[in-house]
């Protein structure tokens, strides 16, 4: 078997948001050259997570509406006394760091409408990091 590993940085402009990562997973996967596996993304932050969906503008809005009346930013939270991102925190527990994707022909698995997204939880933030890493032969 065999293992590559990979790692992107992007840059945040919001509080919340969903940035596209997909070509990243798609330029790691055709670099390894691996044939079949698995990839998985996980962002190695306790303040953003990763997801997999559609890339449509008004539902990237829905998404984040959803994850704030979820998460509460404007809540007292405890953790908000030492560091102000208690939401963030949150979100990142509930969405989830990683997601792991078959690896098939060389080419990721994903349906037309599943785009892969790194979710800024606590932005803006210069330098968010992505871990990209394929298992397969
Ligand atoms: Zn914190």
Same mark, same amino acid.
């Given at each position: 078997?065999?293992?590559?590993?990979?790692? !992107?940085? #992007?840059?945040?402009?919001?509080?919340?948001?969903?940035? =596209? *990562?997909?070509?990243?997973? &798609? +330029?790691? $996967?055709?670099?390894?050259?691996?044939?079949?596996?698995?990839?998985?993304?996980?962002?190695?932050?306790?303040?953003?997570? !990763?997801? #997999?969906?559609?890339?449509?503008?008004?539902?990237?809005? =829905? *998404?984040?509406?959803?994850? &704030? +009346?979820? $998460?509460?930013?404007?809540?007292?939270?405890?953790?908000?006394?030492?560091?102000?991102?208690?939401?963030?925190?949150?979100?990142?527990?509930?969405?989830?760091?990683?997601?792991?994707?078959?690896?098939?022909?060389?080419?990721?698995?994903?349906?037309?409408?599943?785009?892969?997204?790194?979710?800024?939880?606590?932005?803006?933030?210069?330098?968010?990091?992505?871990?990209?890493?394929?298992?397969?032969?």
């Amino acid at each position: 078997m065999k293992v590559f590993f990979h790692e !992107v940085s #992007v840059t945040t402009s919001r509080r919340i948001q969903l940035i =596209d *990562i997909t070509h990243h997973v &798609e +330029e790691a $996967v055709g670099k390894s050259g691996i044939a079949n596996g698995v990839c998985i993304v996980f962002a190695p932050h306790a303040t953003a997570a !990763v997801v #997999v969906n559609e890339h449509e503008e008004g539902l990237i809005q =829905d *998404i984040v509406s959803k994850i &704030e +009346e979820i $998460v509460e930013p404007e809540r007292s939270w405890r953790h908000n006394i030492i560091d102000d991102n208690a939401h963030a925190h949150i979100g990142s527990a509930i969405i989830g760091s990683e997601r792991v994707l078959p690896v098939r022909k060389g080419r990721i698995v994903r349906g037309t409408w599943q785009n892969i997204f790194l979710v800024e939880l606590d932005g803006p933030r210069k330098e968010r990091n992505i871990v990209i890493e394929v298992l397969g032969e």
